[in-house]
């Protein structure tokens, strides 16, 4: 059973707009959440996390955001630009631990300049 | 500079011959991972390890070994390989909870 699921495999965004990438989970035990980013023949790089106590938290031009009781998380990218296509994966960590990392099966970003 | 080595890029086995993925890291980190990554799956954690001698499965361990006798390294191992374990891994290690992974840049296999 997939507790963290992304279900737009792919996206396409013209450059210069809003980028928004979708995370669902099913377990609310998951206290923490990260966004990774996976260039191809590279492995994943972090990207920026939030923590279950927080709804939003901004780096630079992206920006997550957590609405804990619809178990959705988000990914903003304002403005989006050509180096940000890449595969976004959305992974989270549940309490008592940080042992087991789920991850949700990625979004395929495209910006088109 | 800091980084995760994965040893080799490229793999191509045959059925049962046994075969072993080297995974190092010069950071220092406590926790280390192994993940595959498949078409419509995304990722999936294989094994982790705490700290020195203490490993765990993860959520597709099967077929898979591991061992930490160093901090520095995380090997992975498959005794016999099947083509159901053709696939794209990835090592990660992390410095603690809730910060983020550091990967290798992946082990292509192929098992025939």
């Known amino acids: 059973d997939q507790q963290v699921k992304q279900n737009s495999p792919s996206l396409s965004v013209q450059e210069g707009r809003i980028s928004i990438l979708n995370c669902d989970y099913t377990?609310?035990?998951?206290?923490?959440f990260l966004w990774y980013k996976k260039y191809p023949a590279e492995g994943p790089t972090f990207l920026i996390s939030?923590?279950?106590?927080?709804d939003k938290n901004e780096d630079g031009r992206f920006t997550v955001f957590l609405n804990k009781s619809a178990k959705h998380l988000s990914l903003h990218i304002v403005p989006s630009q050509p180096g940000d296509s890449a595969v976004y994966f959305c992974?989270?960590?549940?309490?008592?631990?940080?042992?087991?990392?789920?991850f949700g099966t990625g979004t395929k970003l495209q910006v088109i300049p | 500079e800091a980084q995760v080595t994965q040893n080799p890029r490229y793999l191509i086995t045959v059925t049962g011959k046994k075969l072993t993925v080297t995974c190092s890291q010069n950071m220092n980190h406590e926790y280390m991972s192994w993940y595959r990554q498949d078409p419509g799956l995304g990722l999936r954690q294989i094994y982790y390890?705490?700290?020195?001698?203490?490993?765990d499965k993860g959520d597709v361990p099967e077929g898979y070994k591991v061992s930490r006798k160093e901090k520095r390294n995380f090997p992975l191992i498959l005794e016999s390989p099947s083509p159901n374990q053709t696939s794209l891994y990835f090592c990660?290690?992390?410095?603690?909870?809730?910060?983020?992974?550091?990967f290798g840049s992946g082990t292509q296999l192929s098992v025939l």
């Open positions: 377990n609310s035990m998951f206290d923490y």
């Open positions: 939030i923590s279950s106590i927080k």
């Open positions: 390890s705490m700290n020195v001698e203490v490993t």
């Open positions: 992974a989270a960590i549940g309490t008592g631990g940080y042992q087991k990392v789920t």
């Open positions: 990660a290690s992390s410095p603690g909870q809730g910060l983020e992974l550091f």
